[in-house]
């Protein structure tokens, strides 16, 4: 079997501060995954791949990467390694062609392959009439895109991209999942990914973990996590307003403002019950959405669960 | 890596150092041509007359190879403060720090480009000089290599400056406070036979005084303390501060959580 591209074992990471970031963490992506790394702010994501990129030394705790142990060859691991960090981290006033050049230099491709592959990446990204320009000039889905090139230009088989679609637009989002898409399909690149739009890690991941207070609270594939999802909620705008929200035998039913409607509907339960009742009533919907996608929904329930256990642990002076 | 690999490495990032620095030449080569051009007409055609001879020599000929060092120690030393702080503080180290470049060849890539600043500064300084009076060098390759030395003593400092800096003031600090005063007391405008006999020890304690008085050596073939003496300084100081910068690049810091 296939080493996975990235394992790790027992990863803990204790702050100069005393803060406990990663408790012990385990968790293996196989080689060829779209793997997304859930948690709300704080929770480890990026402490957790700070240190598979060596951008955080770690307390205790063992990493390989294709099974590469970072202890005892950490060069040769990084060789594998392309990482798009969440904030921008290139110089702004150098050239955005100097940028991805020097970075091909950094692993030691000599030019002559560097100049077509940076050539073939900034096309690929909509950066090739740029290159020749500072890269503080470039909006700031340009330099997402630049630090994404950046990224590929020694061909890593592990590609981390933390938030790399923060602040992007939808139109320009879209088309860098397509991107992602097709290096993680056609070349066989492995991808971990961090978002906050649980959109993107439904439509592009095919397995997730969550982390939250520095632990791996659910690691499975995106299908089953779904599976397990009990309640969605709906909402329903309707033809004319309503006084207050309607009653729904057996279902939820709130008013959130004067012609949308929020229903809760669980596991088992029929949409068509619901709008057959709406109608006994003389109430009119027009049209109809998920109030939120359905692994935000989840993913928020899993962290308001683990925050409640806390917070109960922590009142009975329990620490995890 | 293998050795051609370090090799691309190297020099990509010596090429971008030196990018780096000659795209805002007016912020680095131009003011100290500016400075210098004042000393030598202030200090050499202005007062140097008055002074008369220090040493055997005119005031102007004596102040000139103190002048070009002074030069290349603050530009090498300012040179990669600066760089590395300013990849620092815009996270662009993270860039260096993600490959599997060695630290050494990172140390070495920012301290040559230091020392290309440094010596390029020394040149620029040099002719500028020309058009004040006639060098000529006693020991060409002794004057060489001092002021290599002194470029590469000078660029390991300034790097160690950066690992340690949390803030742009912190980068000033070391060449206002001490690196300027250590400069004007290491014999660059006197000879330290001018002093009594308790400020000549003192001054004895000033590493900057080998390297002003090697390199005048170089030129004018004087100096106030022996010349074997002073190399060995320079070269044990080298080796004691890129160990001391190499060890904390490997434990991360000031650059890794």
Redesign the interface.
Known sequence: MAEPALSIRGLTKVYGNGFHALKGIDLDVEQGDFFALLGPNGAGKSTTLGVVCSLVQKTAGQVSIFGIDIDRDFARAKYHLGVVPQEFNFNQFEKVLDIVLAQAGYYGMPRHEALPRAEQLLKDLGLWDKRSGSARMLSGGMKRRLMIARALMHRPKLLILDEPTAGVDIELRRSMWDYMRRINREEGTTIILTTHYLEEAESLCRNVAIINHGEIVRNTSVRELLAELDTETFLLDLARPVEQAPHVEGFEVHKVEGAQLAVVVHRGQRLNDVFAALGEQGIEVVSMRNRANRLEEMFVSMVEQGNGVQRELDSMGVSK | ??T???A??L???VV?EV?RFT?IWPQTLLPPSITMAMYFIIFGSLIGPRIGEMDGFSYMDFIVPGLIMMAVITNSYSNVASSFF??KF???V?????????NWVILTGFVLGGMARGLGVGVIVTVVSLFFTRISVAHPLLTIGVVVLTAALFSIGGFINALLADKFDDVSIVPTFVLTPLTYLGGVFYSISLLPAFWQNVSLLNPILYMVNVFRHGFLGISDIPVGWALTAIFAFIIVLFSIALWMLER?KGI??
Do not use: D, H
């Not at chain 2, 993270?94 to 060695?102: I, L, Q, R």
């Open positions: 890596m293998s051609a690999q370090i691309i490495a020099w990509t990032l971008k990018k795209r300013s990849n815009q996270r662009s993270e860039e260096m720090m993600v490959s599997p470049m060695p991360g890794r959580s």
